[in-house]
């Protein structure tokens, strides 16, 4: 009953009296006291004003199951959300849930992870209160050599989310994307994307995006500062996380539709090279069959990058293959 309230206390924006909550829902003063002790207990502020009753204050601060439930509004991605104070990897999570018949959509999300993992078998530095760790679970019907694509639609999804979080705030720190799946503000990283698949040949049985994004300074390691940075340190502001994952689902779902409708990068490669650091600039192909200098010039419709050789050719790069650096630094 306590999510009811929270529902109605929240549509209303102002004072509910506890004689209406206790008829819309036909429960006791005690009941709905009670339930009120409970969501303050999860974190939520509400005051309680003798002759007009309750009100919900500002919730951005809250980070937990009921909050996103109710702030994600999309029609499937990021329903339903599960909620971790603490995991070892929503990655793992998401596949083991995937496995055990979780719907296309499901959203596992953590406060904080023990075993975070990055691409390439690194770590993922994972501290509690301050930044978005999650996975969204997908069963598509498409093949399997599609999906690597997937992966694109994520990082161009977590710039828009962005974005919109930021409102006003997004001119002095404006999300790019470094092909194929990092997003950088300034120049740094804020946030890296690990994709991964269990299908057959010509089936895919699901596949998981996990997504670690910086939010905040807690726990944020100063090595890495040279290289990566979090959200609030380039708006200076505080953000809500609540706030900007149902952005970034809300993001989500509207590119997946088109991704879905030509099972191609066509519709949003206009997009997403409009976000990519990389256009335009030199960059150093890490093949390992020998490295080489172009200039990259955008990824194409099933999200190669494409990159200009000395000779004008232009040569199509596979994100599995190998990495892309800028010449002079990370970017
Ligand atoms: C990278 O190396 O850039 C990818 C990092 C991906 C980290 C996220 S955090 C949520 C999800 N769970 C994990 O264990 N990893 C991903």
Known sequence: ????????????????????????????????????????????????VRNRGYRLLNTDDVYNENELSQRIRTKWAGRPVRFFESIGSTNIQAKLEA?????????????????????????????SGANLYFTLILKPEFLPDKASMLTLVMAYAVGRGIERTLGQTVSVATPGIKWPNDIVINGKKVCGILTEMSAERDYIQYVVIGCGINVSKQGFPPEIAEKATFIEAECGRKISRSLLLADIMEAFEEEYGEFLATESLKGLKEKYNAMLVNCGREVCVLDPQGEYRGTARGINDTGELLVELPDKRLQEVYAGEVSVRGIYGYV
């Open 1 to 48: 009953m306590k999510t009811e309230i929270l529902a109605l206390l929240r549509e209303r924006g102002d004072y509910v009296s506890g004689q209406e909550i206790c008829e819309r829902f036909g429960v006791s003063r005690t009941a709905v006291w009670k339930a009120i002790e409970l969501l303050k207990k999860e974190g939520y502020s509400i005051e309680a």
């Open 99 to 127: 496995e055990n018949g979780a719907a296309h959509g499901t959203l596992i999300v953590a406060d904080m992870q023990t075993a975070g993992r990055g691409r390439r078998g690194r770590e993922w530095n994972s501290p």
